[in-house]
């Protein structure tokens, strides 16, 4: 059951937040890209509220599926197009992947026709791998500052998806960079780092330990692999 799973990970990410002394607490994303919106229903009956969807067009039908749902949430995590901006409507919480400032500049252009002031994470490539979208770490600051001048972009913090590995443990480093950046953009800025949005299925333990505050786990939660 959807319940258990999630209390199972509930119980790890208490003992990786005991082992690194934190005593905040860690968000649990489900990322129900995979699944149709009846497995949304069950986890949703089951207590869960906040959904991570990756593809602009599938969640919409989710949303319009389970919109007499009260409370439900739905998070944009997947890389997204500019084409598909003008398909989000209000229908996302918080995007975790703007990578871009022309893809932050549309965002912009289109929260502001529609009067929405849009919660986003700006997505960091911190381990400069080729197959992820995101911004360099290098290049993370000044995209930040410019989107904090955009009237209808609020940022809360960054998101990061590492390099695809067996080895989970060789990835500790990208989450600890990325902790690095996100404490350094916690000073002296005109934005609040809130959310540090890391660590998946196989690697949410590794990423807690290093600092995340939010987690998005899709095959663990709805599969139980
Ligand atoms: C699919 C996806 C996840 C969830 O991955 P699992 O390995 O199934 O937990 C998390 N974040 C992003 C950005 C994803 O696209």
Redesign the pocket.
Known sequence: MFSDRLAEIQKNIDASLKKAERSDKVDVVA?S?YYPADAIKDAYEQGHRVF?E?RVQDANEKVEILKELKELEFHF??HLQTNKVKYLGSNFSLIHSVDSERLAEELDKYFGKIGRIQDILVQVNIADDPDKSGVSGDGAEALCDRISQMPNLRIRGLMM?PPLTDEEEKNRKYFAAMKELFDRLSVGKEYTMEILSMG???DYTIAVEEGSTMV?????LFSGR
């Open positions: 990322v890209k991570g990756s995590i997947g998806i998946m299925s196989d998005r786990i899709g095959t663990a």
